[in-house]
């Protein structure tokens, strides 16, 4: 069974860059697609980006693209998301979940996610 734990969270100054790693197991990633979700507090929650690993395809929301990057290391079994250019309403809960790679729309189990913090 796949299991997701997220992590790399932090507090960042508007203009910084984190790097969030999202570490499976129970399977490998290969035939996977596994995306990053955030929600804000007060907002609904947000698909951010969807990375289909055995090919690479990426899909990202419209107000991430060209700041964030998603990638993956599929000798560690993980899949991170580059985050540069964070701005303050970039600060919520990320999660990594199995996504859907033309919707980006989640499915399975949800992990306790990792807090980002865009403040000065």
């Known amino acids: 069974q796949l299991q997701l734990v997220e992590s790399g969270g932090g507090l960042v100054q508007p203009g910084g860059s984190l790097r969030l790693s999202c570490a499976a197991s129970?399977?490998?990633?290969?035939?996977?697609?596994i995306g990053w979700f955030r929600r804000a507090p007060g907002k609904a929650r947000e698909g951010v980006s969807c990375?289909?690993?055995?090919?690479?395809?990426?899909n990202y929301a419209d107000s991430v693209k060209g700041r964030f990057t998603i990638s993956r290391d599929n000798a560690k079994n993980t899949v991170y998301l580059q985050m540069n250019s964070l701005k303050p309403e970039d600060t919520a809960i990320y999660y990594c979940?199995?996504?859907?790679?033309?919707?980006?729309?989640?499915?399975?189990?949800w992990g306790q996610g990792t807090q980002v913090t865009v403040s000065s």
């Open positions: 990375l289909m690993n055995s090919d690479g395809r990426t």
């Open positions: 979940v199995s996504c859907d790679i033309a919707t980006m729309k989640p499915y399975g189990s």
């Open positions: 129970g399977v490998t990633l290969d035939y996977y697609a």
